[in-house]
């Protein structure tokens, strides 16, 4: 889907007047950082083949998901809006399942693309700066670029964390106005990121129209946070 608009989402965050895009880390505690999820923990915590979220249904990816190795942005500071990937990223996740959520029968509707990853040595936590920092710096645009295809983002704005954000130890939610490959039609992107320990859940929701989403859907980020926490209860 993505590939065919040639475009991305990207996030932004500031230290100021950012205050519904993004929930601070939480205090420092003494106990030492819990370790990396593995990849078979992370599965177990994840959606499921055709589980159901509200309307939407789950599906792993038949190939590799969105938003991996391939994607890389200009100027470098933005990266962390466009792919956490391994090789592309400064923070090597420990594991990560992806995970692709949408209706089947709206080849035109919402599709959001779910990635749980766990890192070591309180990586995630770099991760989420590296994402504020990214945010802040790259609020008047960047560019992405892959192989075959670019995209420019024009506005990045904050938007409203989701009800649980309050549960986890930092959450960050951002808009994106992305033009199309030919520059004139404006596209809408939305991206939710929380952390809990060593382990980022990351909700990227975008529509093949020029129809605004309003966000990542609900349903889909309550569904995947509860199964998480009660993974880890």
Request: proline residues 4%.
């Amino acid at each position: 889907m993505v590939t065919l608009l040639g475009v991305t989402g990207c996030g932004d965050s500031g230290d100021g007047g950012d205050d519904k895009a993004g929930k601070s880390p939480a205090p420092s505690r003494s106990a030492a950082p819990a370790a990396a999820l593995t990849e078979a923990q992370l599965e177990a915590v994840a959606f499921t083949d055709g589980e159901k979220a509200g309307a939407y249904t789950a599906n792993e990816y038949v190939l590799d998901g969105p938003l991996g190795d391939g994607y890389s942005a200009t100027p470098a500071v933005c990266q962390p809006l466009v792919s956490l990937a391994g090789d592309v990223s400064d923070y090597d996740p420990a594991a990560q399942v992806q995970r692709r959520v949408d209706v089947h029968e709206d080849m035109l509707g919402v599709m959001v693309d779910v990635t749980l990853r766990s890192y070591g040595n309180g990586e995630a936590a770099k991760v989420m700066q590296s994402l504020r920092k990214a945010g802040r710096d790259c609020s008047g645009g960047l560019m992405e670029e892959r192989a075959i295809a670019r995209a420019r983002y024009v506005k990045v704005e904050p938007t409203g964390l989701p009800a649980f954000a309050d549960e986890a130890d930092e959450a960050r939610a951002y808009r994106f106005t992305i033009l199309d490959v030919k520059d004139k039609a404006k596209l809408y992107e939305y991206l939710t990121v929380v952390r809990v320990g060593s382990t980022t859940l990351a909700f990227r929701g975008e529509i093949l129209t020029t129809k605004d989403i309003g966000g990542v859907p609900q349903d889909i980020m309550a569904a995947q946070w509860k199964k998480f926490r009660a993974g880890q209860a």
